[in-house]
């Protein structure tokens, strides 16, 4: 039986912690700061101001969704799916913060393993709350593929 599944990845606790933190995140080259909010999910979520700094992740499947937050203080960022670079997308929400906001989707992708760079292009704030990775699965072995995927990103510059 195949069937086409959605999963989600929270960009909420450190690599290797399950914990979530409210200081820097492990691993993350203090780059990114992990940060308590209500209106996130899961009420927190990976921030950085820092120029370059990226946020990578790998998935198998045919389509992904990166959700954040658009506010005032938010700046340009770029998203790359393995060799492919798509234009930079700005962040800024001039007049109302918007958040769990889709920042980008593709759902034109082969059924295979993809590698995802998300880069902050500038000073202003580029903040990550959960991605959510669309699939095809088929056999008893899909949701424990799922369980092994999840766990593969890092952060850092």
Known sequence: MIRQRNCELPFNYAPGSPERRSERSAGANDFWH???????SQSSYMVTNVTKA?????????G?????????NHGYYQITIDTVVYPPANGVSPDTDSFQTPLFTTVALANAYHNVKMQNLGTGNLDLDFVRAAMICSGTNADDMLLRLLGKHRWGR
């Open 34 to 40: 992990v940060l308590a909010h209500s209106r996130y």
């Open 54 to 62: 990226q946020a990578v992740f790998s998935f198998y499947g045919t």
């Open 64 to 72: 992904v969704q990166i959700f954040g937050s658009k506010r005032r």
